[in-house]
């Protein structure tokens, strides 16, 4: 890993302590926008005010806690990639808490973490099921969910908003796209936060403000410790699929962030790197865990805090201690954490209309970042479709008999199941084969949707490889170079008469060519083996793209 030109603080340094602490507290508040996630799940549980307070603290702690763990080498990833309460287990956690309270919140929150982390050593594996413009159909679905719980909460569907509580909401999102389209900076970045001050300041000036939640928050202490929640743990079988949709949703977010990450913290990168990714996900999993057992909602990392970092020129790990260092000590102030729960339900409304667009855009961006196939229209089409028939006749699904209704919980899930479906029964026949002539790859292997980086790595690849069996007399005749493509891997395959060739975990181990070892080092194929079938010699090499 060679540092790029453009950090002032890269992984290993460490700011001066003024610098440290002012950096901190930008990536704390950062991570403290999300809070509107509790506030929005507690209601729905029918918490006291008091309660309510106490699960913003624990879940300022376990921000604090999942920062410092996903920083460390040993327990996560070691990058600045901090966490946030995320909207994706938002609508999963919502109906949870109606049916049972946060103890099913709690216990079900506990059941996504262990399964993200079961995930994690399943990634590899996953890649060939999951492409990206699969990913990008599940974020969709999220910014879908997230957003239409936002209009509900803005208009006030059940007809309890006034005009002045709808304008504050507007106000808000108003004020989030325009800092987001015309800031700059930290100023686009905070746009989330400075929306919400807009819309509660008009609150505030038109005299809005609930006066019960008012006097609640005067209540609160200034100063004070959190206590463990005394919910207890529930868990109902209507409610494991979508937090395991949830979790696996996580765990794609999680690895795109992290890659995002490595790649800013590396002037030579190439691809991801596998272990450190695995590690992140599996430190997001135990923080969601942790959530879970004290009664807040799941997490994630934050992609506006690799934002922030890139834009800064500061990505030192050590900054995510600091931010974790304000976190605890913004749990110590419930009269802080009061003041969250005096925000109107339209001014929350409106700040999850935004996170729903943001994740929209996002999963768009990678739903097209490839040419789409009559396979990827209807895959994504179809699911779409599904996952909003959920939203718009919920009645004919609620009445669908066991265990099909547990399948078709939210829009979300149904999409991504459906998705899922429809993948695994449309790749049917959908592998490409070709042979290169004189290592040329043919015309139509040409129009593969393959990144060119991949496949300028696998012409050098095969000539080396060609050059080791020839030289070392390994071959008698010709080698046979096949490529093939079949959406989610890239693979090449060398055939010829003679002694197979002898390849260690990372390289060719025997006869020794250093020079292609570390080629293969550098490239870091996904898939690399030497075996024999049918009397011939083989090499495969496997990119999963």
Known sequence: MRRPPGLIYALDDVPPLGKLTLMGLQQAVLQSIFLIVPILVTHSAGLSFADRQNTISLSLVVLALGSAMQANRRTGSGMLTPPVLTATYLTASLQAAKLAGMALVAGMTMVAGAAEIALAALLKPLRSFLPTYLCGLITVAVGFDVGLVGVDELLGMQGRHTPLDIAAGMVTLSTMIGFSVWGRNMVRLLAPML????????????????????????????????????????????????????????????????????????ADYQRPETTGITRGVVADGATTLIAGALASPGVAASPSSVAISETTGATSRVIAYAAGAWLLLLALLPRLAASFLVVPDPVLGGSFVYMGATLFSSGLKMVTARPLDIRHTMVIGVAVMLGLARKVTPSFFEALPSPWNLFSGSLLTLTTLSGLALFAILRIGSKQTATMVQMDLPEQAKKWPVPEAIRKDTQEMVGRLVRVVQDHHLVSGEVQVDVSYDETSYAVELTYTGTPLVLAQHGVSEPSDQGLFEFLEQIQPDELQSFEKRGQSRVKVVFAL
């Open 195 to 266: 929306g919400i001050l807009a819309g509660a300041s008009l609150t505030v000036v038109t005299g809005q403000l609930d006066p019960q939640r008012v006097a609640d928050m005067q209540q609160a202490s200034w100063v004070g410790l959190p206590h463990l929640p005394a919910f207890g743990y529930a868990l109902r079988e209507e409610c494991f699929i979508p937090f395991l949709v949830g979790a696996l949703a996580c765990a794609l977010r999680t690895v795109g962030v992290l890659a995002t990450a490595q790649k800013i913290n590396d």
